[in-house]
């Protein structure tokens, strides 16, 4: 059977980004649910779909789990009213929360999520696009996000919005570069003299046969996990929205489907931060350190592969739970401090780091 | 005086914040595994404590009586003036022909009441009480003055052993001087 491979490449877009959706909306879900149990309720608990809730026992408990709290979550988006307040800029008011969602789902493209070894012994990534610079587009395109919370908060003509967005620029700036820095460390280990140099977030990820980059490269990852939680506008950083003191920062003015996507928007970034952490730090599919599939005799073939994207989407959930639980442990960053940890701390560490790791890696390559 | 609290500073450790965050996180982890204290409010019902004022009512005495005997006090003494009283007279033939008075109507008017507990104060019959229930609702104003049937209905039987007028009967039966 010959499909035309860019229909295929379509088909797989699609199943792509409806599988970060889902991710998405059931993020929201788990963050509710998490939330709830962290603060000793019960959560969402009552939705419940007519003919599968009506199933007995199971019914119930999947009723109770809140299962099918998403639909209604999203529908909800739908239905409302969407107001367009009149001091606003329409247009960018109107293009914002697609620039926040769009870099988002971009993003995606360029992450692996798992592998597949032919009989041949040939490893094919799972991507969407296996481009070599993968890290580098990662980097460049996750950053235009902050332009979606930029212009919401400035075409939105009013001071809380505004000063949403300003914080949201600042943050993003000041933790770009100790995120950027951060991750030099692995790029010189993986394009080291001698290797076939890569920026592919696939090859980094079949680096870590051996140790994980978050065992030997702890301040690297805990520098890039910070920054990944500034990034992605979460708490502790959640300097743009941060409602106790902005209302709810820059989308105060959103309602309705403008809202929704701006929210996917945010759990699709924390998707994808997940995925990346994992790839770069957790070492993607490769179940523990030092075992890789292949030596656990899953190498080859489709079981193979549903276990690689098995192994890599459990890490991931780990950092989405990851990134719940801190949300709902840890009180907002005062704005000032938020600067003074991004510009005093992590930057300079993250150079320090850099050194440290430059002057240990030529040690590695070339003496021993 | 004031009373001046030291602050400890902050020792390394604390400093590195990032030891104080596990510490924050082990806490909220083992949260996760707690019951929560949440109470499913339709299905579970608060534990009503003793003495509570809910809606007020009417009650019987064990006999199966009316207690009132519409003196109208608590008519009198209602601040918000939710209660309407018509007294009637007990028909001769009545098993309890010898009890003074009865209500023909009583109402009591619940968006008005204010739960306030007077009339149960004040009634010599202890015939009407404030009971458990707390949440009313209805879709007319009507729907929420509760009519003498409405009264007995919610309020029920009353398990106290006075029989007041039952003693009242003897008493004039057998000319005893109680």
């Known amino acids: 059977?010959?499909?035309?491979?860019?229909?295929?490449?379509?088909?797989?877009?699609?199943?792509?980004?409806?599988v970060i959706m889902g991710l998405c909306s059931y993020a929201v879900l788990a963050e509710r649910k998490i939330s709830s149990w962290i603060q000793g309720r019960v959560g969402p608990n009552r939705t419940s779909l007519p003919l599968i809730g009506g199933i007995p026992l199971i019914?119930?408990?999947?009723?109770?789990?809140?299962?099918?709290q998403p639909v209604p979550d999203g529908l909800k988006f739908l239905f409302k009213e969407d107001v367009v307040p009149a001091h606003v800029n329409k247009f960018y008011f109107i293009m914002a929360p697609v620039i926040a969602l769009v870099p988002a789902l971009t993003t995606v493209v360029v992450v692996p999520f798992g592998r597949f070894v032919t009989e041949a012994g040939e490893v094919i990534p799972l991507v969407l696009a296996n481009v070599n610079v993968g890290l580098l587009f990662l980097f460049a395109i996750s950053s235009l996000g902050v332009y979606g919370v930029v212009l919401a908060g400035w075409s939105s003509n009013s001071k809380y919005p505004f000063l949403g967005g300003i914080r949201a620029s600042a943050q993003m700036i000041s933790y770009e570069l100790a995120m950027g820095v951060s991750v030099l460390p692995i790029?010189?280990?993986?394009?080291?003299?001698?290797?076939?140099?890569t920026l592919n977030l696939f090859d980094i990820a079949q680096a870590q046969s051996g140790f994980w980059f978050a065992m030997w490269m702890p301040v690297s990852a805990i520098i890039f996990l910070v920054c990944l939680f500034a990034e992605t506008n979460r708490l502790p950083f959640d300097m743009a929205e941060s409602e106790t003191e902005l209302v709810s920062g820059f989308h105060t003015e959103y309602s309705s489907f403008k809202f929704g996507l701006f929210f996917v928007g945010e759990y699709?970034?924390?998707?994808?931060?997940s995925c990346v952490f994992t790839l770069l730090f957790l070492g993607g599919w490769n179940p523990m350190p030092f075992v890789?599939?292949?030596?656990?005799?899953?190498?080859?073939?489709i079981l193979g592969a549903i276990l690689s994207v098995g192994i890599f989407s459990g890490k991931m959930c780990g950092m989405m739970f990851f990134f719940m639980w801190i949300r709902w442990?840890?009180?907002r960053f005062r704005y000032d401090q938020v600067m003074k940890l991004g510009w005093k701390i992590l930057l300079p560490l993250s150079i320090a780091n850099l050194v440290v790791y430059t002057i240990f890696i030529f040690y590695l390559d070339t003496k021993l | 005086m004031p009373i001046?609290?030291?602050?400890?500073?902050?020792?390394?450790?604390?400093?590195?914040y990032l030891p104080e965050i596990a510490r924050g996180l082990s806490t909220t982890f083992k949260k996760i595994w707690e019951k929560p204290v949440t109470l499913e409010y339709p299905e579970q019902r608060p534990t009503i404590p003793e003495g509570y004022r809910g809606v007020p009512t009417l009650v019987k005495d064990p006999e199966g009586r009316e207690k009132c005997v519409s003196c109208q006090l608590c008519e009198f003494v209602c601040p918000?003036?939710?209660?309407?009283?018509?007294?009637?007279?007990?028909?001769?033939?009545?098993?309890?022909a010898h009890v003074e008075k009865g209500p023909q109507e009583f109402e009591i008017d619940m968006l008005r009441c204010i739960y306030c507990g007077m009339c149960q104060e004040v009634c010599p019959e202890e015939a009407i009480w404030l009971q458990n229930q707390f949440s009313l609702s209805g879709y007319s104003r009507e729907e929420l003055v509760n009519n003498k049937e409405d009264l007995y209905e919610l309020g029920g039987t009353l398990p106290d052993e006075h029989f007041k007028w039952r003693k009242k009967k003897e008493a004039a039966e057998h000319g005893s001087g109680h």
């Open chain 2, 4 to 16: 001046v609290i030291k602050r400890r500073p902050l020792n390394f450790l604390e400093k590195l």
């Open chain 1, 1 to 18: 059977m010959d499909v035309n491979p860019v229909i295929l490449k379509f088909v797989y877009a699609a199943t792509v980004v409806s």
């Open chain 1, 59 to 68: 019914g119930k408990f999947l009723t109770r789990l809140g299962i099918y």
């Open chain 1, 268 to 273: 699709a970034h924390m998707v994808v931060g």
């Open chain 1, 292 to 301: 890789t599939l292949e030596a656990l005799g899953f190498g080859e073939g």
């Open chain 1, 187 to 197: 790029l010189i280990w993986v394009n080291a003299p001698g290797r076939e140099g």
């Open chain 1, 329 to 331: 442990t840890l009180p």
């Open chain 2, 80 to 96: 918000p003036k939710a209660i309407r009283i018509k007294p009637g007279e007990i028909p001769e033939n009545s098993e309890y």
